[in-house]
């Protein structure tokens, strides 16, 4: 075996220094099953338990996260994997608070394999105005391991650790079990041990500085901090000492690159203007972190404008690049040709143009500028690193949700440190930080025009179920980046507490189809006030659609485009609980009952409207049970490029098999599957839950067709509004009962039957056998009929007519307000 002798000449031991890194750091000694072995005054003064109150006991008195796992090696890894190793949490004071500190662990060796645990932590109190992201702080850590060494009374080595070695050049086996003089020689082994039985009689800590070079290291010898803590037992007397060194040269590093970090949560993102974002993220590093920084975004990202880029989908064809921002330690930045504003080109072969595709970063500790490198497939770019010296360099990509948003440059001139890999980790904290910064800039841009186009009455603000259905609804653009498309949704409320339930997708995005969504969605309202069927509302809006479809093509300044929708149309009854539905080239909806059951009813599909003259289309009608999840949606939904329709569908139904939950929580589930998709086309989503009214609610009774059927159809009625507690609509409602039983009685032949309904309005409903729908007229001074549908008018909030199986429905409604309801 090869052994290393570290002589005198090699270690230099300093003055007795503060360095604060290691001064107020609390020690602790821990076996593999998290018991507390050995203490420390320091850690005395943090947490104010003694060592005759922790030693022996498990450290998930003093640190709470230490009880989620059985054994130190399994919470270690567990830190690792879960959190990155965050090197950040709270312990436990002796009054019962808690306290934010630094966590350090270290795993030291003994013996036949044995180990131990030193964890060290540090009062943090409010996280260093350095807000540091956890996982960066932690894997910047990571890299700068401690050196640690536990002597007993004797100071023979008990327990070391593996960085040890890198710190003076002693092994692990010549270390164990023997004392310093003999691993060292002369005056400064004699100096060490004598600090060391100090540190041992006063139970304090003493931290010093020494200078060592390795015998096989180059370049110029290290300077190092290293404390010297007393480890005490449960009975408070000294058990040996603990000695911890670090690497000065990479302590300052790290709180130089955790000072970048720290300054990047006030200077980053101060506005949505994605050219002021670049700029502040040049600014940031220089000349602390890098000597010239550049940061070129894709350029849509500038304009709010164009396809986005998506890590992965670059081809040959790389995107063009526009420069953001430019920061350098020379005045006018010579570094590089390109100024803000401009656009570059990135040769397909270079490294910068791997970045682009693969979404990684390179790092190149030394840039190779022997002739024939890749720098030379940029001219102008090549002449300007050779002349300002450019040695090392990082390309970093700036990406948000997998799509691409340009790159980050950094470079060193001046500084001769080349990067490494943690200055590599520190860019790409920082350039993920800029880009989220970025995402939101960018987003807020496109996000307005679609938001405004949305907000001014293409889709309802809210949705209006009354008293038959609980409607919530989500929208969800496939490609922000083209704008909104076509697609809309309505619960349009009916008479009789019914309601309308309408969903549908026109061709195409844009502006265009905005437009056209827009008419679209008023022809149904239009046409839902009619009270028709949905199948032949559907026909009526083929109708108009093929009517837009020519104005547009006889329309000398428009370009020709494409017309045609899918559309949805259903009526629901909470007085029956059924629901009849039609539909015009559109998926079925999907009907989960209260149980979590998941059905696709065998709706007649029908074609798109606007492509066949005379389209007939099918309705289907269905009984709901009370609670029934019904969801309405475009096929943006069970539609994406990598699956089929019936495998959209099952996900959809999947997603909403949820029995118990609210609708907002259903939508943003059903959602949620779609967003992890790569949808097609633009996503809209109406969940409706149906309510039913109680018998107690609706009143019907069949009137004899004779001269005391008025006299007959007010007495019920008035009989029926007191049993409710409406006495104060009593005589407007005996006038309406009268004036429509009347025309009733005049204008049809067969059964008359009255109803009432109490809702969230009073409806009265009387049915005939007629089929015409009656008019209202302006009778004459000298006319003897003609008043009655006046005086209905205007003793209630509305009045219409529908169309019935068997004839007609006349109705009106009046508040309940202003009355003695209960």
């Known amino acids: 075996m090869t052994k290393t002798t570290i002589s005198t000449d090699r270690v230099t031991i300093g003055r007795q220094i503060q360095a604060s890194d290691i001064s107020d750091a609390a020690f602790a000694l821990l076996d593999e099953q998290g018991t507390v072995v050995a203490w420390t005054q320091a850690a005395e003064h943090l947490v104010g338990y003694s060592a005759g109150e922790v030693v022996g006991r498990p450290a998930v008195l003093v640190l709470p996260c230490f009880g989620v796992a059985p054994t130190m090696s399994a919470y ?3 830190c690792r994997v879960q959190n990155g190793w965050s090197g950040a949490t709270a312990v436990r004071h002796r009054d019962g608070r808690m306290l934010d500190v630094g966590l350090r662990i270290s795993l030291v060796r003994g013996q036949d394999g044995a180990v131990r645990w030193l964890v060290s932590a540090t009062d943090i109190g409010v996280p260093s105005g350095e807000v540091v992201n956890g996982s960066a702080q932690g894997s910047i850590l990571d890299r700068a391991p401690i050196g640690v060494v536990v002597r007993d009374l004797e100071l023979r080595c008990t327990w070391v650790s593996d960085a ?55 370049g110029e010898e290290r300077p190092f901090a290293v404390s010297f803590s007393c480890l005490q037992g449960a009975d408070g007397r000294s058990l040996g000492v603990c000695i911890i060194s670090t690497d000065l040269t990479e302590s300052r590093l790290e709180r130089e690159r955790l000072a970048v970090l720290g300054e990047a949560g006030t200077r980053l993102g101060t506005t949505l203007d994605v050219m002021q974002t670049g700029q502040e993220l040049a600014d940031l590093v220089v000349p602390q972190f890098a000597d010239y920084v550049a940061v070129d975004l894709e350029q849509s990202v500038p304009f709010g404008e164009g396809p986005q880029v998506r890590i992965g989908s670059i081809g040959q064809r ?51 500028t022997a002739p024939g490198g890749w720098i030379d497939q940029w001219p102008a770019l090549a002449q300007r690193i050779r002349e300002h010296g450019v040695h090392s360099l990082m390309v970093v990509p700036i990406r948000a949700r997998r799509v691409l948003l340009g790159m980050a440059v950094f470079v060193r001139t001046e500084n001769p440190m080349p990067f490494q890999e943690a200055d590599l980790l520190l860019a790409e904290e920082l350039v993920s930080r800029a880009a989220v910064s970025l995402d939101k800039a960018r987003q807020y841009c496109r996000e307005q025009t679609a938001a405004l186009t949305l907000q001014r009455s293409l889709l309802p603000h809210r949705l209006r179920g009354g008293s038959a259905v609980e409607a ?122 209260p149980q979590g059951r998941v059905t696709f009813p065998d709706l007649p599909t029908g074609v798109p409207l606007g492509l066949e003259l005379g389209a007939r289309f099918e309705s289907m009608e269905l009984e709901l049970p009370e609670g029934t999840l019904l969801a309405l949606y475009t096929d943006g939904m069970i539609e994406t490029r990598d699956h089929d329709i019936e495998e959209g569908m099952h996900r959809l139904g999947a997603a909403l ?21 790569e949808a097609c086309d633009d996503a809209s989503l109406l969940l409706v839950r149906t309510r039913a009214l109680a018998p107690a609610q609706v009143a019907t009774w069949t009137l004899p067709r004779d001269q005391t059927a008025v006299r007959h159809a007010r007495n019920l009625a008035a009989g029926q509004l007191a049993e409710w507690g409406l006495e104060g609509l009593v005589d407007d409602m005996k006038l309406i009962v009268s004036e429509l039983v009347t025309n009733a009685l005049r204008h049809s032949d067969g059964p008359i039957r009255l109803r009432l309904i109490r809702h969230r309005v009073l409806t009265v409903e009387v049915s005939d056998a007629d089929f015409s729908s009656p008019r209202m007229r ?30 007609k429905v006349l109705w009106a409604e009046a508040d309940l307000a202003h009355t003695s309801g209960r």
């Not at 995107?319 to 570094?335: F, I, K, M």
């Not at 302006?778 to 019935?804: F, I, Y």
């Open 76 to 78: 270690v890894e567990r």
């Open 164 to 218: 040890s070695e890198s710190h003076d050049g002693i092994s692990r086996d010549r270390r164990l079990g023997c004392r310093v003089i003999d691993a060292w020689s002369g005056v400064e082994a004699e100096t060490v041990e004598a600090v060391m039985r100090q540190v041992l009689q006063s139970g304090s800590t003493k931290v010093h500085e020494y200078r060592t070079w390795l015998p096989t290291s180059l």
């Open 318 to 368: 790389l995107p063009v690049l526009r420069r953001a921002g430019v920061a350098s330690t020379h005045q006018g930045a010579p570094e590089c040709p390109w100024m803000r504003g401009e656009p570059l080109l990135v040769p397909p072969a270079s490294p910068v143009a791997d970045v682009l595709r693969t979404g990684r970063s390179r790092l190149e500790p030394k840039v190779d």
């Open 472 to 593: 919530a609804s989500r929208y969800q653009p496939a490609d922000i980046d083209r704008g909104v498309g076509g697609d809309w949704f309505d619960v349009i409320p009916l008479s009789g507490a019914r309601v309308a339930l309408v969903v549908g997708d026109v061709v195409g995005h844009g502006i265009n189809a905005a437009a056209t969504m827009g008419r679209l969605r008023s022809a149904v309202h239009t046409l839902a006030g009619l009270e028709l069927p949905p199948d032949e509302l559907l026909a009526r809006l083929d109708d108009t659609v093929q009517q837009l479809a020519e104005a547009d093509a006889d329309a000398p300044d428009e370009s020709t485009t494409a017309v045609g929708a899918t559309c949805l149309y259903a009526v629901y009854d909470p007085a029956t609980r059924r629901c009849t539905m039609a539909a015009a080239g559109h998926p079925p909806p999907a009907i989960i009952d």
């Open 657 to 677: 098999a949820q029995p118990g939950r609210s609708l907002e929580d259903l939508c943003t589930r059903a959602m949620a599957s779609v967003e992890d998709q």
């Open 778 to 807: 302006n009778a004459r001074t000298v006319d003897e009929h003609g008043r009655g549908l006046a005086l209905v008018a205007q003793l209630s909030r509305r009045w219409g007519t529908r169309p019935a199986q068997d004839g």
